[in-house]
């Protein structure tokens, strides 16, 4: 289903009650002047139908803007939703809903900040935190019958979403340690295969393919955990790759592991061969 998000920390959205979807999610919705509706739920499971009219002529590039007025912003004051980030799912072209219940670790707004990511304790401290702003777990490295490297992604639906989603950071952790952290634009499914086959001209690629086999053969475990928007931030038209913006930082607070205390020359020459392999 599709998705997208809210920022509730712009007083725009939060105060006057209006959505913008963004580019990303416009060919999902209806028309200019058609109905549309919103199904809002708390977390009580009570819920709330509100109508409205798709506008496609306030916003400069033709992308759906959708008023729904004070009482959808009394409904985000009542849920204290101020300052958090709300996915909102596209049922079909008429109607979108928001589920309080279904709703993930919100981002942090911005100007917050997070105490450092540490691995000294125990890594506990360093993988709480990472799921805090939205990580999950997603998948194990195995060794298959053959002696191959295989990723093993979950079946849930989260895991399955990150599988295939583009834009997205990961990292590679045993029980309570932290120790590789990286980013794709490509599909992460893909991205992982890389790590599987350990391509020798992929200097990082293959030390991390090298040290998960490693870890594998002592019997240790070794998890994928992900971190993916479904849908972009939007400032204006221009799409905001929150992947790319927390990468640097995440490293830097996670501690010297696999990566260094900042990426390496290796590392991004690595993604972006990586990134490419696509396109060949």
């Known amino acids: 289903m599709p998705t997208f998000t809210i920022d509730l920390s712009k007083p725009t959205y939060l105060d006057k009650g209006f959505i913008n979807p963004g580019i990303s999610a416009s060919d999902f919705l209806g028309k200019h002047e058609e109905r549309i509706e919103l199904q809002l739920t708390d977390l009580s499971g009570t819920v709330l139908t509100l109508n409205a009219r798709i506008n496609r002529t306030a916003n400069s ?4 803007r959708l008023c729904f007025g004070r009482e959808l ?8 939703l101020e300052d ?6 596209i049922v079909n072209s008429s109607a979108i809903r928001i589920d ?5 670790t919100p981002l942090p707004a911005e100007g917050d900040i997070l105490e450092p990511l540490s691995n000294d304790a125990g890594g506990e401290c360093a993988i709480s935190r990472i799921t805090a702003i939205g990580f999950r777990k997603v998948g194990e490295w195995q060794l298959d019958d053959n002696n191959r490297l295989n990723c093993g992604f979950f079946d849930d639906p989260a895991s399955q979403m990150s599988m295939t989603g583009k834009n ?14 990286g980013k794709t634009t490509r599909e992460l499914r893909r991205r992982m295969n890389d790590y599987s086959l ?6 990082t690629n293959k030390k991390c393919h090298d040290k998960i086999r490693q870890m594998l053969e002592d019997k240790k475990h070794v998890y994928v955990y992900s971190f993916y928007l479904p849908s972009q931030l939007q400032f ?5 790759n929150i992947a790319a913006a927390l990468e640097d930082s995440l490293i830097c607070r996670v501690g010297k592991i696999w990566n260094g205390r ?8 690595d993604e972006a061969n990586s990134d490419e392999l696509d396109n060949n």
């Open 198 to 203: 350990g391509y020798e001209n992929l200097k």
């Open 236 to 240: 204006g038209e221009f799409a905001i």
């Open 100 to 104: 309080l219940r279904k709703q993930e």
């Open 84 to 89: 958090k980030i709300i996915l909102v799912e």
């Open 262 to 269: 900042q990426k390496t020359v290796d590392e991004k020459i």
């Open 168 to 181: 997205s950071l990961y990292a590679f952790s045993d029980d309570c340690v932290i120790y590789y952290i």
């Open 73 to 80: 912003s009394s409904w985000y004051y009542k849920n204290s």
């Open 61 to 64: 590039n033709g992308s759906p």
